[in-house]
């Protein structure tokens, strides 16, 4: 545990600890997790795709115009951003030992924003379900529910996450265990966010402007 | 009539109706699949082994065992799909301008699950399988980098395979092949559970798949030996590296392909309904997307299995291993640029059907690198004619068969004129039983005494070898031709009298190949039976040249009580010249493993009723099944299990079993390789 | 609707009748009755025996090595070290990489040449104009509308010997795919899109049609027969079948559009004019959608109509 030299510190990249921190297996970990993270890039590539693909397809029903809002998009897009931000604290607190309060504070602080994010797409979600925007109706509305709500199980996911983070941390503190989930935690988080950037310009930006 | 109208609202759609009583086929079929459950359960209850199948296979993480059970998983999947081959040809030869002895609806769901079984539940789990047995031996890996995923991957595919299974009793399943086409797959025109059957069979499976991706590719990064360079790994394990990077890579295009499907099903959405603004276009390029990385998922790792027996049984290093690498690379990387050619007959532009059959003919520049890599292998080498190696011989001339008549399909304007035949059918099974199947079953030859510890008989390898390679020829050949005529593929009757000899002779290649599995069958029954006459216990049967034969057969749990130092390629070969192969005792440190753990079996089974649930619409069982596995995986996330420790008085009496085994041994020369004096310690002095 | 079978039925005891009159061979391989056809086959033996070069080596050779370097034949040369040659290198690189770039230059000039959307030249026998027909797969069987005669038939294809045939193709049912082995390649048929198929029959002769999509139980038996006859014949038989064809309005339609496998050929004297139209609009929700395909119908590729 308390390897640290030069060649373990190349051996292990992408872990963002102190050297004294790491553990071998722990890069293992890490490294596992980003290409988990790659193949959920594929996921959205994919549904980005399809989206591409079949947005012009409103089948007479309502487009893009008719149904997106900008102002609570990127009230959304605040949010997140927000909530990447304070994560980011977090994990400077994790790495620079700055205690267990203001790591849990922000950890908090992320997931009232992650909940926040989710409260105003479920409102949007039923704002356009009022306008009779429903997946069924066409082909334009299925990519749509199929791309933003998989991005929304996302974020519920990781809310439970930080939960789930928050109750270990307090049972037992900042060991390699928790400090590795925390980091691997953090990736999805930011993960999200990179994501829910593009679905603001490519799927709310476009459609509206 | 009441009892299923009380029931109604607990089990969904499912009543007893969905027992195939319509047909005899289909219901003998069925009797056959719960008669052998019933049978294998029972057998295991009498023996008393519950308990010991529990602690030490399923709920085992050892990479050994999980290989292991991909593997029977894969041979029981092979033999059901096997089987369904033959129904399939005996119809065809029989259904000449009459209608034959199955419905075409039958015929239907055979084509689809003999599909869908052969890629999904045969080829991945026999790949699968393999390589988790031999690749963490081969970089002198303890174990893969995370065992318990590898459990979980295991009981995905196999819940995926038992719903396959169970289609087969609560009928029916899928007509819609194993490419699961839309629209025919759509609701409006498969109205019945078959479709669901496929998406979920397929869904667990392709999780499990990408799963099983991140931790090869992780375990072959991380985990080598000191010195386990990445370009002195045997080139099995550049393969598995590559179909990993294939497996994550293409795997999420088929979730995306059956979850949209799955969507317009049971929601009505419109993403590939042919109203509503819905494009099946977009499917066909959603699931070759991943359909054709998927062939070189399945075709890689037999590639690097015959780059390992070419070069092991002409006792001669591989030949161009830096060109095989580089071509392996390129197909990979290639495999993504030619998903197109599955489709030139949708009507898109000459130029962009040029491209990609152009992209499609620049694979069989690597592809045939490599074959002339391997014949250069045994050039100056000293060839052993054993079984495995037999299927390699035979993989080389029959694969480039296959290849002509690809390189065929990849000009636009001849596939226009076969696509759709049986010219297609005998093409990709021209590829895929030399390329994927040959290349398994000779890795199940070579392997299997490192497995457990004896080697198998050679005349029943021999037997079953002359049936499969003969019963391919004679099934697959009159295919091309009845192609070239326009026979159209998937057909349940037939309405030209001229092609009733070449369906006849098929129908007799098949017959073959099911001689072949039972010969493979006998193989086994044989060998175990005459265990004590083959032992290896050693370790080396074939002067072999990789780490895995450095370690007695069966491996110890813990793979190598010191991890190996590697100084170079074909490590152990080098090891035995210079008289380090067999390092003496000494005092070893205790070896950490990881502990067994029920979560895999829990997902599975989770993943089965929630499938299940989906499929006949019982929304209780496919609610609790998803409520189920969040609640397993965040619960085993407080799990704290630091693992089990091998202490190093176990290790001891472990290695000096061996050693007392090595010491015990009779050096034995190639000369009598397949005979009951070899006890797995080569020769090294000739 | 007594002439189509229903679903049921076709599984064990659809009626052979229409089946019956399906064109007899003698012999296996059976040669290109059009130069469509026959283009494509030439393609097909002239790479395959381009890739002999290839194969034919491995045929030979696997065997060969394996034998001459058998373990027992201690004449031959053992030298298990050797792994890389720089000669052989270049060459079995160099070799296919040679051959492929000699193909992918046929590929790219023969997959513009046969195009199926290109038009083929009328043929020497007439100056006459293509001749256009509107396809229509259905579940299990074949409509063909002859937009300028104002015919349509059902399962059977009649053309005039060398004059250009051009095929738009629609779907009022799953994917189909239509083939005529015999004259030309397959092109598929998709709902709400129309792709097309340019061929011609340079001898008069009855060929086998066929769908190799497949939709269904009804697939195999979803046949039909291809009359190639001369051009006095051809215009025979449109005005035979205008006096003494049946009607095929929106309510005929409906009942040849449900699923079944039909007994026998039919032929219809009279046809809606915007019937082709229709199906393919059916799939497209607004108006404006309908009138532009139908405008790309003459222009070019329309399968992507969304």
């Known amino acids: 545990m308390s390897a640290g030299s030069a060649s373990e510190r190349r051996r292990h990249p992408g872990l963002n600890l102190h050297e004294s921190d790491a553990h071998p297996s722990d890069g293992e970990v890490v490294f596992g997790f980003w290409v988990f993270m790659m193949i959920d890039a594929v996921l959205f590539a994919l549904l980005f795709a399809v989206y591409a693909s079949l947005g012009a397809n409103t089948a007479g029903g309502p487009g893009p115009h008719e149904v997106f809002e900008?102002?609570?998009?990127?009230?959304?897009?605040?949010?997140?951003?927000?909530?990447?931000?304070?994560?980011?604290?977090?994990?400077?607190?994790?790495?620079?030992?700055?205690?267990?309060?203001?790591?849990?504070?922000?950890?908090?602080?992320?997931?009232?924003?992650?909940?926040?994010?989710?409260?105003?797409?479920?409102?949007?979600?039923?704002?356009?379900?009022?306008?009779?925007?429903?997946?069924?109706?066409?082909?334009?509305?299925?990519?749509?529910?199929?791309?933003?709500?998989?991005?929304?199980?996302?974020?519920?996911?990781?809310?439970?996450?930080?939960?789930?983070?928050?109750?270990?941390?307090?049972?037992?503190?900042?060991?390699?265990?928790?400090?590795?989930?925390?980091?691997?935690?953090?990736?999805?988080?930011?993960?999200?966010?990179?994501?829910?950037?593009?679905?603001?310009?490519?799927?709310?930006?476009?459609?509206?402007? | 009539m009441r009892i299923e109208a009380l029931a109604g609202p607990w089990l969904g759609r499912l009543s007893l109706s969905a027992l195939p009583t319509d047909s005899p086929v289909a219901m003998g079929a069925a009797l056959v699949a719960v008669l052998g459950v019933l049978g294998v359960a029972g057998y295991i209850t009498g023996k008393g082994k519950w308990r010991y199948l529990w602690r030490e296979w399923f709920t085992s993480v050892d990479h050994k065992r999980i290989g292991i059970m991909y593997v029977v998983l894969a041979l029981v999947m092979l033999a059901r799909a096997v089987i369904e081959a033959l129904v399939m040809r005996l119809q065809q030869a029989d259904a000449v301008n009459r209608s034959g002895f199955i419905s075409a609806e039958h015929f239907g769901q055979l084509f689809s699950t003999h599909g869908s079984i052969m890629i999904f539940f045969m080829a991945m789990p026999f790949l699968t399988g393999v390589i988790n047995y031999v690749m963490p031996l081969q970089i002198g890996a303890r174990d893969v980098s995370f065992p318990v995923l590898n459990s979980i991957s295991l009981m995905l595919t196999a819940a995926g395979a038992a719903l396959v299974m169970i289609s087969l009793v609560l009928a029916p399943f899928s007509t819609g092949g194993w490419s699961g086409y839309a629209p025919f797959t759509e609701l409006r025109f498969s109205p019945g559970v078959g479709v669901d059957y496929w998406i979920w069979a397929v869904t667990l499976s392709s999780i499990g798949s990408t799963l099983t991706g991140i931790n090869f590719a992780v375990t072959i990064y991380k985990k080598r030996a000191p010195g386990m360079h990445l370009f002195r790994m045997p080139l099995f394990c550049w393969t598995a590296l590559c179909t990993s990077i294939l497996m994550i890579f293409a795997m999420p295009a088929l979730t995306v392909a059956t979850a949209l499907l799955a969507l317009d099903r049971y929601l009505g959405m419109h993403f590939f309904t042919s109203g509503g603004g819905g494009n099946m276009m977009v499917y066909a390029n959603l699931f070759w997307l991943f359909g054709h990385p998927e062939v070189y998922i399945v075709v890689l790792p037999s590639f690097g299995v015959f780059s390992e027996?070419?070069?092991?049984?002409?006792?001669?290093?591989?030949?161009?291993?830096?060109?095989?690498?580089?071509?392996?690379?390129?197909?990979?990387?290639?495999?993504?640029?030619?998903?197109?050619?599955?489709?030139?007959?949708?009507?898109?532009?000459?130029?962009?059907?040029?491209?990609?059959?152009?992209?499609?003919?620049?694979?069989?520049?690597?592809?045939?690198?490599?074959?002339?890599?391997?014949?250069?292998?045994?050039?100056?080498?000293?060839?052993?004619?054993?079984?495995?190696?037999?299927?390699?011989?035979?993989?080389?001339?029959?694969?480039?068969?296959?290849?002509?008549?690809?390189?065929?399909?990849?000009?636009?304007?001849?596939?226009?004129?076969?696509?759709?035949?049986?010219?297609?059918?005998?093409?990709?099974?021209?590829?895929?039983?030399?390329?994927?199947?040959?290349?398994?079953?000779?890795?199940?030859?070579?392997?299997?005494?490192?497995?457990?510890?004896?080697?198998?008989?050679?005349?029943?390898?021999?037997?079953?070898?002359?049936?499969?390679?003969?019963?391919?020829?004679?099934?697959?050949?009159?295919?091309?031709?009845?192609?070239?005529?326009?026979?159209?593929?998937?057909?349940?009757e037939v309405f030209d009298e001229a092609f009733r000899p070449w369906l006849l002779v098929a129908a007799g290649g098949a017959v073959l190949i099911v001689l072949g599995m039972a010969a493979l069958a006998m193989q086994l029954a044989m060998s175990i039976r005459h265990r004590d006459r083959n032992r290896v216990r050693a370790g080396d049967p074939w002067d072999g040249r990789s780490l895995e034969w450095s370690t007695s057969s069966p491996p110890p749990e813990y793979n190598f009580a010191k991890l190996p130092a590697v100084q170079g390629r074909d490590a152990f070969w080098t090891m035995k010249r210079s008289g380090r192969a067999y390092p003496p005792l000494e005092r070893y440190a205790p070896i950490m493993l990881p502990e067994n753990s029920a979560i895999g079996p829990l997902l599975g089974a989770l993943g089965l009723a929630t499938a299940f649930g989906l499929v006949w619409r019982i929304g209780w069982m496919a609610g609790l099944g998803t409520a189920g596995v969040l609640v397993a995986v965040i619960g085993w996330s407080f799990v704290r299990r630091p693992g089990r420790t091998v202490d190093e008085r176990q290790v001891e009496r472990t290695e000096t079993r061996w050693h007392a085994v090595l010491v015990a041994a009779v050096p034995v020369s190639r000369e009598h390789e397949c005979d009951p004096r070899n006890r797995g310690l080569a020769d090294v002095a000739a | 609707m007594q002439h189509t079978a229903t679903e049921g039925h076709a599984k064990r005891s659809a009626s052979r009748v229409g089946l019956a009159a399906m064109p007899a061979r003698a012999a296996i391989f059976a040669v290109a009755a059009g130069p469509v056809a026959a283009a494509e086959r030439q393609l097909l033996v002239q790479a395959a025996v381009l890739m002999l070069f290839v194969v034919v080596p491995v045929i030979v050779l696997t065997p060969w090595v394996a034998w001459r370097f058998r373990r027992r034949n201690r004449r031959s040369a053992y030298r298990p070290g050797w792994d890389f040659s720089r000669v052989l290198e270049v060459l079995i690189w160099g070799v296919p990489a040679l051959l492929v770039a000699f193909l992918a230059v046929r590929v790219w000039t023969q997959s513009r040449a046969l195009d199926p959307y290109r038009a083929i030249d009328a043929g020497q026998a007439s100056a006459a104009a293509p001749l256009d027909v509107q396809v229509v797969g259905l579940d299990w069987k074949w409509l063909f509308i002859y937009p300028d005669q104002h015919i349509a038939t059902l399962n059977t294809l009649v053309l005039p010997v060398g004059r250009a045939v051009h095929l738009h193709l629609t779907s009022d049912t799953v994917m189909e795919s239509l083939l005529v082995p015999r004259l030309a390649g397959q092109i598929y048929a998709m709902p709400g899109m129309i792709t097309q198929l340019w061929l011609r029959a340079d001898r008069p002769g009855d060929f086998v049609g066929e769908n190799t999509q497949y939709n269904g139980s009804g697939f195999a038996q979803q046949k039909f027969v291809v009359h190639a006859v001369d051009a006095g014949d051809f215009n025979r038989w449109i005005g035979k079948v205008r006096a003494d064809g049946d009607v095929l309005d929106a309510r005929r339609y409906r009942e040849l559009a449900r699923r079944g496998v039909p007994a026998a050929p039919e032929r219809f004297g009279q046809v809606d004019a915007d019937l082709f139209g229709r199906i393919v609009a059916k799939y497209h929700a607004s108006a404006q959608v309908r009138a532009s395909t139908m405008a790309s119908r003459a222009t070019g590729r329309t399968n992507d109509a969304h």
């Open chain 1, 70 to 209: 900008l102002r609570p998009a990127a009230m959304e897009t605040l949010l997140l951003l927000l909530s990447s931000f304070t994560f980011g604290i977090a994990s400077l607190a994790m790495k620079y030992q700055r205690g267990m309060a203001l790591l849990q504070g922000m950890l908090a602080l992320t997931l009232l924003l992650g909940l926040g994010f989710l409260g105003l797409e479920v409102h949007d979600f039923v704002g356009m379900a009022d306008k009779g925007a429903l997946p069924q109706v066409s082909a334009f509305l299925s990519a749509f529910y199929a791309l933003v709500p998989t991005h929304f199980l996302h974020v519920s996911l990781g809310c439970v996450w930080i939960v789930v983070m928050m109750v270990q941390l307090r049972m037992s503190g900042l060991d390699r265990i928790t400090r590795t989930r925390l980091l691997r935690l953090g990736l999805f988080w930011h993960f999200l966010d990179i994501v829910w950037v593009m679905i603001f310009s490519f799927v709310f930006l476009r459609g509206l402007l």
């Open chain 2, 309 to 492: 027996l070419f070069s092991t049984f002409s006792a001669k290093k591989l030949y161009g291993y830096t060109s095989l690498v580089l071509a392996t690379m390129t197909i990979a990387v290639l495999s993504f640029t030619v998903w197109l050619h599955h489709f030139f007959t949708m009507g898109q532009s000459a130029n962009i059907n040029a491209a990609f059959g152009i992209a499609t003919m620049l694979i069989g520049i690597p592809t045939g690198v490599k074959v002339y890599d391997w014949i250069l292998t045994m050039f100056r080498g000293r060839v052993r004619f054993t079984t495995p190696l037999l299927w390699g011989l035979a993989f080389l001339v029959t694969f480039v068969i296959g290849g002509l008549s690809g390189i065929l399909l990849a000009i636009p304007p001849v596939d226009f004129l076969v696509h759709n035949t049986t010219f297609l059918v005998a093409h990709f099974h021209n590829m895929l039983i030399p390329g994927t199947l040959f290349g398994m079953i000779a890795a199940y030859q070579f392997w299997f005494p490192k497995a457990f510890g004896f080697r198998l008989e050679e005349r029943w390898g021999r037997v079953a070898f002359g049936c499969w390679v003969i019963g391919f020829y004679l099934a697959f050949m009159p295919l091309y031709v009845l192609g070239l005529e326009g026979m159209p593929r998937r057909s349940a």
